[in-house]
T-cell receptor
Framework: EDQVTQSPEALRLQEGESSSLNCSYTVSGLRGLFWYRQDPGKGPEFLFTLYSAGEEKEKERLKATLTKKESFLHITAPKPEDSATYLCAVRSSGNTPLVFGKGTRLSVIA | DGGITQSPKYLFRKEGQNVTLSCEQNLNHDAMYWYRQDPGQGLRLIYYSQIVNDFQKGDIAEGYSVSREKKESFPLTVTSAQKNPTAFYLC????????????????FGPGTRLLVL
């Protein structure tokens, strides 16, 4: 059974204080690892897809990396507007829907 | 302006009542999904459909029903058998690639919050 574990559950940062969010996964053949951002009361917004170990993708202050067992979402010099819940999901081999972790709730304080 | 719409934004259910949540997409996507989100629980899959007139149960299908009569629409009915329906419901869709596989990325609607009176 595919599983995704995100840590920490919640993270509080000062503005400009860089940090990383972790997503550990176990799947039977990874076909993609996905990061989403979700604001309170809204649907998740797609950020990145990673397909193979060693792959990295960047968008503004966010950088996602992937190893064979986990992914990190690095946040460089965060701003208050980066506050949100960040969700990680995986798709295993075959035509299966995404399996989500429980998310990390990030708060960036000015 | 392409996207996924869900209605209503808020829905109130009385005990013993069935209610239906709407999900419409104009992205020409073949696959559609329903997830339930509870605080601290992440997203849990209720039902999904890969093609019109076909759908599969997800992890928590009990107390829910769906239909897929049109490619653009995938309504979810929360039946009276669902004893704890209060949650945030999210609809998503994804395209089908050549060869039949799903496009990997799922795109989400804005959600419907269901509350019990």
């Amino acid at each position: 059974e595919d599983q995704v574990t995100q840590s920490p559950e919640a993270l509080r940062l000062q503005e400009g204080e860089s940090s990383s969010l972790n997503c550990s996964y176990t799947v039977s053949g990874l076909r993609g690892l996905f990061w989403y951002r979700q604001d309170p009361g809204k649907g998740p917004e797609f950020l990145f897809t990673l397909y193979s170990a060693g792959e990295e993708k960047e968008k503004e202050r966010l950088k996602a990396t992937l190893t064979k067992k986990e992914s990190f979402l690095h946040i460089t010099a965060p701003k208050p507007e980066d506050s949100a819940t960040y969700l990680c999901a995986v798709r295993s081999s075959g035509n299966t829907p995404l399996v989500f972790g429980k998310g990390t709730r990030l708060s960036v304080i000015a | 302006d392409g996207g996924i719409t869900q209605s209503p934004k808020y829905l109130f259910r009385k005990e013993g009542q069935n209610v239906t949540l709407s999900c419409e997409q104009n992205l020409n996507h073949d696959a559609m999904y329903w997830y339930r989100q509870d605080p601290g629980q992440g997203l849990r899959l209720i039902y999904y459909s890969q093609i019109v007139n076909d759908f599969q149960k997800g992890d928590i299908a009990e107390g829910y029903s769906v239909s897929r009569e049109k490619k653009e629409s995938f309504p979810l009915t929360v039946t009276s058998a669902q004893k704890n329906p209060t949650a945030f419901y999210l609809c998503a869709s994804s395209a089908r690639l050549a060869g039949g596989a799903f496009q990997e990325t799922q795109y989400f609607g804005p959600g419907t919050r269901l509350l019990v009176l």
